[in-house]
């Protein structure tokens, strides 16, 4: 059932007048920033996600970003299974308009944003439980990336917590990976309760 409420506008007083911009300026900013917390959608994704209930642990227990702290990449259990994931358990996925082996991302711009790449402290990422060839190449930021057989590889930033799978076949073009270099093509579980 939807209400209708219907009210008079006041009179508009010289105090009035001078609020308007900048209630106008608010509500803009509050648009503006909703569109980036992940409520959208849109192109490469973006879209809310739900905390997965599984831990996400990295199988050595590494705290590491890539930059000298631990491992690049571990793996950890996930409701796809055994996944990828960077130093710090977040879920790692590949992108399907890369090229693998062409030693570049095709992901720029908006799409960096929403899917930050993995970074490496060195040319030869420390890994532990992945199987697939590791590298690196240099990203779109001028760091180096770090590549699982031969393919770039980035986080989801709508992922809210280790182990969450929420980037699963966005658009059909980002995949989560398998300690083997593999692409998991298996559609990401539903989350809730089920009510």
Do not use: F
Request: glycine letters at 18%; a negative charge; charged letters at 15%.
């Amino acid at each position: 059932m939807r209400r209708t409420l219907t009210t008079t506008a006041p009179a508009r007083t010289a105090r009035t007048a001078r609020a308007a911009p900048a209630v106008v300026l608010v509500a803009a900013l509050v648009g503006v920033l909703g569109g980036c917390s992940g409520g959208g959608g849109g192109l490469y994704g973006g879209g809310g996600s739900s905390p997965s209930t599984d831990s996400g642990t990295t199988s050595d227990g590494a705290t590491g970003d890539g930059t000298g702290s631990g491992p690049a990449l571990g793996t950890a259990d996930s409701a796809l299974g055994t996944i990828v994931v960077d130093g710090q358990g977040m879920t790692v996925y590949y992108y399907d308009k890369d090229t693998k082996g062409s030693g570049t991302s095709a992901c720029e711009g908006e799409c960096a944003a929403a899917w930050p790449a993995v970074h490496a402290a060195s040319a030869e990422p420390e890994v532990e439980g992945v199987t697939a060839e590791v590298g690196t190449i240099t990203g779109v930021d001028g760091e180096l990336q770090v590549t699982v057989d031969g393919r770039p590889v980035y986080t989801y930033a709508a992922d809210q917590a280790a182990g969450d799978v929420s980037g699963q076949g966005v658009n059909d073009v980002w995949w989560v990976v398998a300690p083997d270099g593999t692409e998991i093509m298996d559609a990401a579980p539903a989350t809730g309760s089920g009510y």
